[in-house]
């Protein structure tokens, strides 16, 4: 079982439906979760160094791993990044605003401490209407994270955003539970080509649609640096143990205090189980599940490994990493 140990920092975390309160607390330099689409995001206005380095705190993220900015309108894009390719601006066109985030040049204006001193910055414009409403009413581009501690499951509601960081954070702004489920797809636009770097719910294929060039991150250099410093972390873990499987696989031999998520019916035997109709239900679920299997002390959770074409790449993306197998 994995030990997180965080310091509480004994904040008053305001809960707040309204996003011109949660606007006002950002502007005046504190921090606050709010909904997206993928998952919670805890956002820090960009100029904001000291909110910035609170985000740092209240998670336990390493210092090494960057934020992605959060922007409103094209507008702030031109504020954060510049030397935008002809595919960078394909990608933007057809997938702006939602869960795509763009790894681009840098602007001198961003501070280094929002992307942990790389040339580069990740960008992305969220289509939840209450995260837009949200970034309108906060005037400037926001850093955030997912709202989570670091290493635990992405919160997906703000219930599991208040469990992990009740008395750490400022403000959640309160919204519905994250229609996706898992973070966004990452693209690196900053080289040659473009590269996938995270799997999410805009797809490897339609991004291909669109950039044909486009590859996977393991097609590219093994001897290279990360390209995306937060892939080396281990991720999305909850306590229990999981196990990979296909469903039909685990009949018989169950651990006790087993759980099982997956898309085929659940092996006999588990009273604890989350058949997903879909793979949108799958994703959308998957790490509420997790968080539901810790608060019932569940000791091992048998996850269905769905294949690696479409939105069933990032799910398999997560799972392996949760397992520790990535
Ligand atoms: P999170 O918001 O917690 O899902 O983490 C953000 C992810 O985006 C991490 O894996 C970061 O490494 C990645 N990221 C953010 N900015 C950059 C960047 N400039 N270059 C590469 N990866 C980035
Ligand atoms: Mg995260």
Redesign the pocket.
């Known amino acids: 079982m994995k030990i997180v140990t965080h310091s509480r920092l004994n904040m008053q975390t305001t809960l707040t439906d309204s996003p011109e309160e949660a606007a006002a607390i950002l502007k005046s330099g504190r921090i606050v979760a709010f909904p997206t689409e993928t ?1 919670y ?1 805890l956002g820090a206005g960009i100029y904001h160094l000291e909110a910035i380095r609170k985000i740092f705190q209240a998670k336990g993220r390493p210092g090494d ?4 900015v959060h922007i409103y309108s094209l507008e702030q894009l031109a504020e954060v990044a510049c030397d935008i390719n002809p595919e960078a601006r394909k990608l933007i066109a057809c997938f702006f605003p939602g869960p795509l ?1 763009l ?1 681009l040049k ?1 602007n001198s204006l961003v501070p280094d401490a929002a ?1 942990a001193g ?1 040339p ?3 960008v992305r414009c969220p289509s939840n209407p209450v995260a837009r409403e949200f970034l309108r009413l906060s005037g400037c581009p926001v850093a ?3 709202a989570n501690l670091s290493g635990l499951p ?1 919160a997906t509601s703000w219930e599991a955003v208040y469990k992990d960081l009740d008395g750490k954070i400022d403000c959640v702004l309160r919204g519905n539970p994250s229609s996706i489920g898992l ?2 797809t ?1 693209v ?1 636009c900053s080289g040659s080509k473009p590269v996938l ?2 799997a999410g719910a805009i797809t490897f294929e339609q991004l291909q649609a669109v950039v044909p060039e486009i590859a996977t991150n393991s097609n590219t250099d093994k001897h290279a640096p990360p ?5 080396k972390y281990p991720h999305y873990a909850p306590k229990a143990a999981i196990v990979l499987c296909q469903a039909d696989e685990i009949n018989g031999g169950l651990l006790p205090s087993s759980a099982y998520i997956g898309l085929s019916a659940p092996p006999e035997g588990i009273s604890r189980f989350k058949l997903c109709l879909n793979l949108e239900e799958y994703g959308r679920e998957l790490f509420s599940f997790f968080r539901t299997c810790d608060a019932e002390d569940i000791d091992t959770i048998y996850c269905e490994l769905p294949s690696n074409q479409g939105f069933g790449r990032a799910i398999r993306d997560r799972l392996m990493r949760a397992a520790g197998k990535k």
């Open positions: 998952v995001g791993n960057p934020l992605i985030t790894v840098k992307t790389l580069t910055v990740g955030a994270p997912s992405s973070e966004s990452i690196d770097l995270r390209k995306s410093p937060g892939l």
